[in-house]
């Protein structure tokens, strides 16, 4: 009888194994594929003032040479005001700021593992610029708070949602290591018993 529960206890084990393996997999080849961790200005923000750039915020570092960022205003007028620049996971790209209204910031990179990654974040100038000089002096003071202020509104879901999936991962880990462990308890708690 202990033989034949020493194998049942073996095939568990080997089957919360797998099970624990599995769960930690689908975190290795998300880790491979980059993705948008944050923005200057948010997703969804409205500002009073033009920032003087705009800042992307990504999971891995991005490639100069395989990284795009396309900036476009109101009637699809171009809005870069020159190219942009990597700083470890950061890119930044000046921004030549025109007519009130809606701004649409492009990326596309490749990931390490040679997949595209793309997508766009949106935000909106409730004042048209004039005239350069003056948004370049009002934007660091003003840029702050009010791109502070639309943080809980949408990019914060986003990241949120990036960190509850590596969050699973270690979740289903933690879980399968306490079954197993739990489950050796019972084992030599049954030896024991066995043998008296």
């Not at 915020?57 to 991005?62: E, G, M, Q, S, V």
């Not at 809980?152 to 290591?177: E, N, R």
Request: glycine share 12%; no cysteine; net charge positive.
């Amino acid at each position: 009888m202990g033989g034949r529960v020493a194998r049942v206890a073996r095939t568990w084990a080997v089957v919360l194994g797998v099970v624990a393996a599995s769960a930690l997999l689908p975190a290795v080849p998300a880790a491979a594929h980059n993705s948008l961790t944050g923005s200057d200005p948010r997703d969804g923000a409205r500002l009073a003032a033009a920032p003087e750039r705009i800042e992307l915020r990504f999971l891995a570092t991005p490639k100069a040479a395989t990284t795009e960022v396309t900036v476009t205003g109101p009637d699809n007028v171009a809005a870069t005001g020159g190219a942009p620049a990597f700083a470890g996971k950061r890119v930044t790209v000046p921004f030549r700021p025109g007519a009130a209204g809606l701004y649409i910031v492009t990326y596309r990179l490749a990931s390490d593992d040679g997949h595209p990654v793309k997508g766009e974040i949106r935000f909106t100038l409730t004042t048209g610029t004039p005239a350069e000089s003056p948004s370049a002096s009002a934007s660091p003071t003003t840029v702050a708070p009010t791109s502070a202020a639309p943080t809980p509104a949408s990019p914060t879901p986003a990241a949120a949602g990036t960190d509850d999936d590596g969050g699973t991962g270690w979740l289903w880990a933690a879980g399968a290591v306490v079954v197993l462990t739990a489950l050796g308890g019972g084992l030599l708690l049954r030896r024991r018993a066995a043998r008296r």
